[in-house]
């Protein structure tokens, strides 16, 4: 069975940087698309990053672009996502994700990806 367990939320000053880390179980990250994605308050869910092991393709949202950094290890099975120069904005819950089969298309902050972590909570404030 499938698991993805994130690790390396906190509370964070504007202008600071996380590392998160998304640890998978179960499966390879050579056969998967993953990604990040994150919750405000009161808000629906969107997508933050992904990266496909087909061609190693990576899309960043706008919101995060220069800012964030998605990478994996492919040794460990984890994901990580560098976070810099974070902003009030960033906060909320950042959930790592997974699927066997779907390619990134526009609906790619949306799509209902089949594997999901608990989730990590940050919190950028002063």
């Known amino acids: 069975q499938v698991h993805l367990v994130e690790s390396g939320g906190g509370l964070v000053q504007p202008g600071g940087s996380l590392r998160l880390s998304c640890a998978a179980y179960g499966f390879t990250l050579d056969y998967n698309v993953m990604g990040w994605f994150r919750q405000a308050p009161g808000k629906e869910r969107e997508g933050v990053a992904v990266?496909?092991?087909?061609?190693?393709?990576?899309i960043y949202a706008d919101s995060v672009k220069g800012r964030f950094t998605i990478s994996r290890d492919r040794g460990k099975n984890t994901l990580y996502l560098q976070m810099n120069n974070l902003k009030p904005e960033d906060t909320g819950v950042y959930y790592c994700?997974?699927?066997?089969?779907?390619?990134?298309?526009?609906?790619?902050?949306?799509?209902?990806?089949?594997?999901w972590g608990q989730g990590t909570q940050i919190t950028v404030s002063s």
């Open positions: 994700a997974a699927d066997e089969s779907y390619w990134p298309t526009s609906d790619w902050g949306q799509y209902n990806y089949a594997y």
């Open positions: 990266h496909t092991n087909r061609n190693e393709a990576i």
